[in-house]
T-cell receptor, first 112, second 112 residues
Framework: AQKITQTQPGMFVQEKEAVTLDCTYD???????LFWYKQPSSGEMIFLIY??????QNATEGRYSLNFQKARKSANLVISASQLGDSAMYFC?????????FGTGTRLLVSP | DTGVSQNPRHKITKRGQNVTFRCDPI?????LYWYRQTLGQGPEFLTY????????KSRLLSDRFSAERPKGSFSTLEIQRTEQGDSAMYLC??????????FGSGTRLTVV
């Protein structure tokens, strides 16, 4: 069974600073995928970034990058140059055999 | 393509009533997933379809819950004899095989 752990219930960051949201995972599968989603107060889940277990390079998408450390089973999200609109819940997820398994999320607050 | 559409966005119902939610996936996506998200938690998997076949159901899906995906297009999730514990956000997602999960905006259910 897959499990995702997000140990930071809440994080604060000042505008224009970088922030790292932690995610560790557990799986016995050799092939898996790791995702990060953003959920604003309106409720929709917005895809941010994806990392495959066999990808050698860390994934990047604009201001988002994924710090993938396979041996440590961690997949931390780094947001550079935070913006006020980044304030939201952030979920790490793993693709198991057939479905996504989510962590409990981290609430990020960006202050001016 | 307008993405994954869920209706209604909000539903308030009295305990004991039946409710039905609808999800219209992205048209070329063959897989459709239902998740439930309670306050402060990550989404929890309920069930998924590949085309019209329901291939997996979570233990969370009690006998009062039923989901269908006739003709492999839209899906409905029905909850019979609603209980206050059913109050949650119900999220639908679709994908083509295991790639590119796209979520809808969700249906927020409140049972009073």
């Amino acid at each position: 069974a897959q499990k995702i752990t997000q140990t930071q219930p809440g994080m604060f960051v000042q505008e224009k600073e970088a922030v790292t949201l932690d995610c560790t995972y557990d799986t016995s599968d050799q092939s898996y995928g790791l995702f990060w989603y953003k959920q604003p107060s309106s409720g929709e889940m917005i895809f941010l970034i994806y990392q495959g277990s066999y990808d050698e390079q860390n994934a990047t998408e604009g201001r988002y990058s994924l710090n993938f450390q396979k041996a440590r089973k961690s997949a931390n999200l780094v947001i550079s140059a935070s913006q006020l609109g980044d304030s939201a819940m952030y979920f790490c997820a793993m693709r198991g055999f057939q479905k996504l398994v989510f962590g409990t999320g981290t609430r990020l607050l960006v202050s001016p | 393509d307008t993405g994954v559409s869920q209706n209604p966005r909000h539903k308030i119902t009295k305990r004991g009533q039946n409710v039905t939610f609808r999800c219209d996936p992205i048209s070329e996506h063959n897989r459709l997933y239902w998740y439930r998200q309670t306050l402060g938690q990550g989404p929890e998997f309920l069930t998924y379809f590949q085309n019209e076949a329901q291939l997996e159901k979570s233990r969370l899906l009690s006998d009062r819950f039923s989901a269908e995906r006739p003709k492999g297009s839209f899906s409905t999730l029905e909850i019979q004899r609603t209980e206050q514990g059913d109050s949650a956000m119900y999220l639908c997602a679709s994908s083509f095989d295991r790639d590119g999960y796209t979520f809808g905006s969700g249906t927020r259910l409140t049972v009073v």
